[in-house]
C-alpha cells in the first residue's frame, strides 16, 4: 500500500469512527479556548477541564482575567503542571488582548503566537477551532501515529505537520486532526500499541511484525 493509500484509508476509517468529533477542552468561547489550550501544554485534557470551571467563572473575559492577577490565576490552576509559568502567561496574554487587540482574541497565526506561551501548535488549534481555518495541530498523538502509519518521518513536529497537509485535504484538517488524536488515545496508546496491535495498524501493515520505535517530539 502506498502512502497516498494508507491516507485515504486512515481518512476513511477515522470518519466513520468519529464523524462528529467534539472538542475535548471545556470552553464558552474564543478567548476561554485559548486559555484552556495553553494550560493544556504537558497536562492531560481532563485535568484542565478540572480546573477551568473556576477559572473561568473569576475570569470568562479578558478584562476580568487580567484584574484577576497573576497570584489568583495561579491559585486556582495550581494542580496543573507548569502552573508558575502558565499563569503568568495567561495574566499577561490577557492584558495584551485588553490593550491591543481591543479585548478580542486575535485571529490571526502571527497575532496570537506574539502572545505570551502561544506557539504555533496552540496557535493552530485557536485558529481550527475557535475561527474555522484550516489547520494541523501537531500533538504527541498525532506525531506517534503519523510514524507508525508510515505517513511522516517523524523527524520534527514540523516536517510532521507539513506532510500530513500534503497527504490530506485542507477541508479535512480541522476534522482529522481531532479524529486522530482520540483514536491515538482510546486505541493506538503510547503503550498499547506498537505498530503492529491496534486495528487501523494491522490494517495498513498486515504484514509488519516488528515494533514501530517512534520519535518522541
Not at 473556576?54 to 484584574?67: I, N
Request: aromatic share 6%.
Amino acid at each position: 500500500m502506498k502512502k497516498q493509500q494508507r491516507a485515504d484509508l486512515v481518512q476513511q476509517r477515522l470518519a466513520d469512527l468519529y464523524p462528529d468529533p467534539p472538542i475535548p477542552l471545556d470552553h464558552k468561547d474564543e478567548f476561554t479556548l485559548l486559555v484552556a489550550v495553553l494550560l493544556s501544554a504537558q497536562c492531560t485534557d481532563k485535568k484542565v477541564n478540572e480546573v477551568t470551571p473556576e477559572l473561568f467563572r473569576q475570569g470568562p473575559t479578558p478584562e476580568k482575567m487580567r484584574d484577576l492577577g497573576e497570584p489568583a490565576i495561579l491559585q486556582i490552576i495550581r494542580p496543573l503542571g507548569l502552573s508558575k509559568q502558565k499563569a503568568k502567561h495567561v495574566a499577561k496574554l490577557s492584558e495584551i488582548i485588553v490593550d491591543q487587540h481591543d479585548s478580542k482574541v486575535p485571529q490571526s497565526f502571527e497575532g496570537l503566537e506574539a502572545l505570551p506561551g502561544v506557539g504555533h501548535k496552540t496557535a493552530s488549534v485557536v485558529m481550527s477551532q475557535a475561527f474555522g481555518v484550516p489547520a494541523f495541530p501537531v500533538d504527541t498523538h498525532i506525531h506517534r501515529l503519523a510514524q507508525r502509519w508510515g505517513l511522516s518521518s517523524g523527524k520534527s513536529v514540523v516536517q510532521t505537520e507539513r506532510d500530513l497537509k500534503n497527504l490530506f485535504p485542507e477541508s479535512t484538517w480541522n476534522d482529522l486532526h481531532l479524529q486522530i488524536i482520540f483514536y491515538g488515545r482510546q486505541h493506538c496508546t503510547a503503550r498499547g500499541c506498537d505498530g503492529t496491535k491496534c486495528g487501523l495498524c494491522q490494517e495498513l501493515y498486515p504484514r509488519r511484525k516488528t515494533p514501530v520505535v517512534w520519535i518522541k517530539p
